[in-house]
T-cell receptor, first 113, second 112 residues
């Protein structure tokens, strides 16, 4: 059974710093991996989707990498801003398509002005 | 373009009562999903649908039923609510398998 872990559960960094969020998974036979953002009391917003054949994806200040062999993904946020404060969730799609996404419990990020 | 909408936003039920949560999407997506989110646990898939008229069980389907009579709507039913079903419920949709899932704002359900 796929298990997804995100450590740490919470992270605080000063505004302007670059930071890395981590995601690890136990079964490397994945279809894809997605990073989501969740604001308090709100739904999830997709940030980046990496297919299993890809190594990374970039969108603006965000860069996500995928290393299937080691069961790891990272989300890099450059020049952090207070508006980046949210919970970031990693989700892994099964080898049969992402009907079955397995989510991590997230990292709650706080950017300190 | 509203994306994915959910009705209602909040609901309080007594044990044994029934209710239906409605999810609607206007993106012409084939796939739709129902998740629940509980503190300290990742989102867990309850049921999903790969097209109009189809449904399938996810990770935690017990106590729930679903229907997809129209492509744009996906209903989640609780026939006899239990306190263990207190949770935040999210609906999501995607164009196809392997594509980005788009989430609704959630329904916060409390069962007393």
């Amino acid at each position: 059974k796929q298990e997804v872990t995100q450590i740490p559960a919470a992270l605080s960094v000063p505004e302007g710093e670059n930071l890395v969020l981590n995601c690890s998974f136990t079964d490397s036979a994945i279809y894809n991996l997605q990073w989501f953002r969740q604001d308090p009391g709100k739904g999830l917003t997709s940030l980046l989707l990496i297919q299993s054949s890809q190594r990374e994806q970039t969108s603006g200040r965000l860069n996500a990498s995928l290393d299937k062999s080691s069961g790891r993904s990272t989300l890099y946020i450059a020049a952090s801003q207070p508006g980046d404060s949210a919970t970031y969730l990693c989700a892994v799609g099964s080898n049969f398509g992402n009907e079955k996404l397995t989510f991590g419990t997230g990292t709650r990020l706080t950017i300190i002005p | 373009n509203a994306g994915v909408t959910q009705t209602p936003k909040f609901r309080v039920l007594k044990t044994g009562q029934s209710m239906t949560l409605l999810c609607a999407q206007d993106m012409n997506h084939e796939y739709m999903y129902w998740y629940r989110q509980d503190p300290g646990m990742g989102l867990r898939l309850i049921h999903y649908s790969v097209g109009e008229g189809t449904t399938a069980k996810g990770e935690v389907p017990d106590g729930y039923n679903v229907s997809r009579l129209k492509k744009q709507n996906f209903l989640l039913g609780l026939e006899s609510a239990a306190p263990s079903q207190t949770s935040v419920y999210f609906c999501a949709s995607s164009y196809s398998t392997g594509n980005t899932q788009y989430f609704g704002p959630g329904t916060r359900l409390t069962v007393l």
